[in-house]
């Protein structure tokens, strides 16, 4: 099979703080990004023993170049780099059977759930999809729906598993966390949550004939809350969006893929808006 692996990194075991995950920090985040690494590796060897697959990687973690070649399988392909037109889902497009999210969190505003955001939180409070509170995993989720692939395993904390089962009951979840806080966990070793991983992968892709692509049905509708004013400000400049309020924007389009569209764009503009003037 073509599997599409999106790796995150707050969900990573151990994990829970953003010192551990800042490519700028020289202590802590060496540490983190191998372990990240050494979990996209259990995932890959994982979904490898139910069946021969084909992988891409993408390295979706701030500036999208966390992953350690050195600790990945020879045989994959990895998209590394930032920034990427369609981000944690860039070349998703591409004919794949199924898609892993590993290292994932829960959205914004979601209690105990370690380093909850949705895509930037210094843009971005909130963002809803036909009425309902989409996180990144939803977000992403739908946009391979457009294109036939279902999400088939995701690894992350507590939170992020029982919303992802909710929304997408065939997901395999591998919780290696449970928050106790925003900046703390309970959590796995990673030898423990490296074997957890592998597991649920295997499970997974076992199991792929009952997963199915999460379609969201048209039309659709999209509501941002923007972190600040500044940022609706530009985020309404985008055409086909209304400001709604002082930092609420709503835009609608016949089907997902321009509301998708217009998120990442939205984010992006909003993004410049968000450095002090
Ligand atoms: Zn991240």
Redesign the pocket.
Known sequence: MKLYISC???GTAGLCSWDQ?DPKNVTEYPIYRRLMSREVCAAIEGARLAEPCEVLVNDA??RMHNLLFDELPHDIRVLSGYRKAFSMVQSGDEGFDGAFFTGYHAGIGVERAVLAHTYSPNVLYGVRVNGTEFDEALLNAAYLGEYGVPVLLITGDEALCSATQKALPWVECAQVKRSTDYYSADSLTPTAAIALIGEAAQNAVRRRAQACPFRVAGPVTLEIEAASVECADYMALVPGFARVGGRSLRFTAASYLPVFQAMIAAMRIGGAAAERA
Request: aromatic share 0%; with cysteine.
């Open positions: 995150d990194m707050e995950c973690h701030s």
